[in-house]
Every structure is written in structure tokens, then in C-alpha cells.
């Protein structure tokens, strides 16, 4: 599970008035969701044993396979990070030394159906992998694809100048620009 959860992307999610970000993996074995306000990092990490002895606990009147239960979650919280808000189903979270909760409140077969995520810190490791190496890789990557773009700007601005100097000129003369420079786009921009 908790491979499959890497390649899941980070969505923000709202609970109140606090933004955090979240991913999950749900399969018929169990489920993995990390959440984070960037300052901490959470985790559950749930089999199918563990998921049938809590669905008992919270929903005494529903008996429902386990693959059931883990389809609903599945299908209530998928939605909330694809940032899909459903009328019949609410979150909220409560925060505190051990962890944070995030409770489900929704319907499952017409009766009341509650979850509750229990999730404590993250090891340091799964913080690494899952939040501070893909942000240190998506940087380079970005640095990398900026410098490109700076390069391809450069050279179009070479050939446009190429064009001036054998007598090209512009139709409409809107589309005029001011060759490129690297060093005022970098601070204009650090400024922004």
C-alpha cells in the first residue's frame, strides 16, 4: 500500500477552517492516508482486520463485508481530493498530541455510517519519501525546464534580431518586443 500510495498526487483539502494536504490509497486489503499542514505529518496505515474491528465499533447497526466498508471510504474520500464536495457527507478533523482524527460522517445503505482515520506522526523516513524528496525533484525538474525556456527565448530572440538585420520588419507593429533579459526577469521576478 504504501507504494501504491507514492505515485498518488498531494490534493488540498479543507476541514473548517484548516487546509491541509492529503493522499490515500484504498484497496481491498486496506488503506494508507497521509495528511500534512506542512509543519507535521500524519499517517494511518490500516488492514482489513483492523478496518472490520473499528467498523464494528462505529457502526453497530450495519454488517457489511469488510471490502464493502473499504469501498465506501474509497468512494467518500476520493472525491474529497479530486476536490469534489458531497451534500451527504462530512469531514471534520481535531488535532492533538498523540495525532489527528479525521472523522466521516455519511450514509452507507440508507443508515448512518461513521469512520473515524486515526493518524499518528509520520516517521521521518515515509516524511522524506512521500513529501521532502518529490518537492526537492519537482524543483530541479522546474529549475531545469525554466532555464530551457530561458535558453529558447534567447535564441528566438537571436533569430528575430537575425531577421531585423536583413531587412525584415514587423506587420503589425503590437507584437514588437524588447529582447529578453535574464538577469531583470530573474530579480522582477523574485520581487513578485
Request: charged residues 20%; contains cysteine; proline residues 4%.
Amino acid at each position: 500500500l504504501e507504494s501504491s500510495v507514492l505515485t498518488q498526487p498531494w490534493a488540498s483539502v479543507c476541514f473548517g477552517e484548516s487546509t491541509f494536504l492529503a493522499k490515500a490509497c484504498f484497496r481491498d486489503t486496506g488503506y494508507i492516508l497521509l495528511i500534512s499542514d506542512l509543519s507535521s505529518v500524519w499517517y494511518e496505515s490500516a488492514d482489513a482486520e483492523a478496518v472490520g474491528q473499528r467498523s464494528k465499533e462505529l457502526n453497530k447497526r450495519l454488517t457489511v463485508h469488510v471490502s464493502s466498508f473499504l469501498n465506501h471510504l474509497r468512494n467518500l474520500t476520493c472525491p474529497l481530493l479530486a476536490g469534489q464536495l458531497s451534500a451527504t457527507t462530512a469531514f471534520s478533523c481535531h488535532r492533538s498530541a498523540s495525532g489527528l482524527r479525521l472523522h466521516v460522517k455519511s450514509e452507507l445503505s440508507g443508515l448512518p455510517f461513521y469512520w473515524d482515520f486515526h493518524c499518528c506522526p509520520a516517521p521521518l523516513e515515509m516524511v522524506f519519501r512521500h513529501l521532502v524528496r518529490p518537492l526537492i525533484q519537482m524543483n530541479l525538474v522546474l529549475q531545469c525546464q525554466v532555464q530551457e525556456l530561458i535558453s529558447l527565448v534567447l535564441q528566438k530572440d537571436a533569430e528575430i534580431e537575425d531577421y531585423r538585420e536583413s531587412g525584415a520588419t514587423l506587420s503589425r507593429d503590437r507584437l514588437r518586443t524588447e529582447p529578453f533579459q535574464e538577469e531583470t526577469f530573474q530579480q522582477n521576478f523574485m520581487a513578485k
